[in-house]
């Protein structure tokens, strides 16, 4: 997700979001990644943020790897992330007629 313009509220996605030069956002993220070139003020929950050379955030980051390239600004807190603030990706159950199907190819092959 690509911000280049105002946003206020809630952003909540799986993937990267990013904060372009000329975007501002207020408001609460959640994302598995966050790269903030523009102005952020607010609650942000990531496994990543990177606060680039224009990118100026204000507010409380919770997570485990944040970093703020020279000339990138940040005025808060930062706070570790807890397991269930940050987005978590759901590990894929094998069909069960897929597992049926291994199954009987292993017994096949015995």
Do not use: W
């Not at 030069?21 to 408001?27: E, H, I, Y």
């Amino acid at each position: 997700m690509h911000i280049d313009g105002y946003m206020e509220g809630k952003i909540n996605t799986e993937k990267t979001l990013v904060i372009s030069r000329s975007g501002r956002v207020k408001g609460e993220i959640i994302a598995d990644k966050v790269i903030i070139n523009g102005l952020f003020e607010g609650e942000c929950y990531a496994n990543h943020v990177e606060i680039l050379p224009d990118g100026k955030a204000q507010g409380c980051i919770h997570s485990d790897e944040l970093s703020i390239e020279r000339g990138g600004q940040f005025i808060g807190e930062s706070q570790p992330t807890a397991e269930d603030q940050v987005v978590k990706l759901q590990k894929s159950e094998p069909k069960p007629e897929l597992a049926d199907q291994a199954s009987k190819q292993d017994n096949a092959a015995s």
